[in-house]
Nanobody, 121 residues
Framework: QVQLVESGGGLVQAGGSLRLSCAASGRTFSSLTMGWFRQAPGKEREFVAAISWSGTLTYYANSVKGRFTISRDNAKNTVYLQMNSLKPEDTAVYYC??????????????WGQGTQVTVSS
């Protein structure tokens, strides 16, 4: 069992930056792929980024490539999402997830409660 708790969301102006963190509990963290998803009001939950258990592989949605960076620290059981050059369309609830490699919500067995990111224009 893995519990995930996100933090770091907030309100930022367009062009600004935020860093999301996801703290995990459970002994299997270092063996799991970690992902970030987001969901805007009235929209489906969408994939943002994923990182392999070792941190050597990363994968990004086209909409965030070059602006967002996912990383992890297995010693701290934490995964991060550095978000730069934020746009109003990045506004959403951001969810941390743990599971198998992939970009579909069904690839991930464990989910956090979400943290709100709002980008003003």
């Amino acid at each position: 069992q893995v519990q995930l708790v996100e933090s770091g969301g907030g309100l930022v102006q367009a062009g600004g930056s935020l860093r999301l963190s996801c703290a995990a509990s459970g002994r299997t963290f270092s063996s799991l792929t970690m992902g970030w998803f987001r969901q805007a009001p009235g929209k489906e939950r969408e994939f943002v980024a994923a990182i392999s258990w070792s941190g050597t592989l990363t994968y990004y949605a086209n909409s965030v490539k070059g602006r967002f960076t996912i990383s992890r620290d297995n010693a701290k059981n934490t995964v991060y999402l550095q978000m730069n050059s934020l746009k109003p369309e990045d506004t959403a609830v951001y969810y941390c997830a743990a599971g198998a490699w992939g970009s579909l919500p069904s690839d991930y067995a464990y989910w956090g409660q979400g943290t709100q990111v709002t980008v003003s224009s």
